[in-house]
């Protein structure tokens, strides 16, 4: 600034703007002219030491050898290094005991979202919030228990919960009833036809007496208003009594396959899962 010319002493270029704007030749501020030497220089320097100018195969390499891929590799090892204790104590733990550890079962939730989302949202929706056909593992309503134990023994093993078709041994009256029954249960009250039914032809062997299903046989509750097979109208419960679920030879029976993950991943990551569940909500 202290090097300011008196603008009347300055030449100008012969531009004149509304009879008295004159465009002077003064040089550009010193500031100026050197960030713009430096950013030549920097443009010289950058295209010796990293790759830079694109070539018929790649580009320039570089002096100091640096990719984009070993930078990656460096983040990786980095990543792994920090991970590494967590995965050693959680090999040596089972899925109960990191539980009860609060900064082990945050880590497994975090490492098992990505997991979850590739391995069981598909079925299951994001979030464990369920599809029709495949449970929700956001709720605390369990097949085969909500407890940590059940829960990696679903992920492990798979799930396969069979229930026979009624419909070669019942007519539709009777399905009927005992679809009205079941509607009736999920509000509170009872259907006399269907609740004789559902004894006599044995589905308290599965579902309980009181219907509130065998998590040992993975047999849904039938009293909660939450239809495993959705929409819970009368049609489509009177389907599953017919055809069953997992009734083995027959075409149209319910289809329920958890399929078991212990082959594809390894026993770390099922515990994980297993807690992410767990913490999903529902977690007993
Ligand atoms: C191909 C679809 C499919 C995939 C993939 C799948 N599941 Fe399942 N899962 C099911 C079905 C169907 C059931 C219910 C089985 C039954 O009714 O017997 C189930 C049941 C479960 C249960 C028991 C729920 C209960 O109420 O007791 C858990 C826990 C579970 N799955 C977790 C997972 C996890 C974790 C993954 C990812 C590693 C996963 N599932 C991947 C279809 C799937
Ligand atoms: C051999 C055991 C078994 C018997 C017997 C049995 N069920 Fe089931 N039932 C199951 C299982 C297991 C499921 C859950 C299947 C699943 O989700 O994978 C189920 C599911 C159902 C469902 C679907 C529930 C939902 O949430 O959508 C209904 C309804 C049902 N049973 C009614 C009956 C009725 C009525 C009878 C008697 C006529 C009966 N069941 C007999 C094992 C049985």
Redesign the pocket.
Known sequence: MSDKKNPNEVPDTGHLWDGNLRELTNQPPKWWMNTLYLSGLFVVVYLILYPAIPLLNGATKGILGWTQMKRLNETVVEIEKIRAPYENKLKGMSATAILADDELSNYAVRSAKV??GD??A???GTGGSGNP???V?ADD??????NID??QQ??ANG???MMPGFGTSLNEQQLDDLAQHMLALSKGSEHAAGKELFVSQGCIGCHGMDAKGM?MM?AANLTDAIW?FTPGTLESIKYTIKYG??SPGAEETR?????A?QQQ?SETDVKK??I??HKLGGGQ
């Open positions: 997991l979850f391995r069981c598909g079925c299951h056909g495949y449970p593992l309503d369990w097949l085969y228990g909500g059940a829960i679903s992920i799930r396969n919960g998590q993975g495993r679920v997992n289809n329920a396959e958890m399929p993950f991943l899962l297993a992410y569940v």
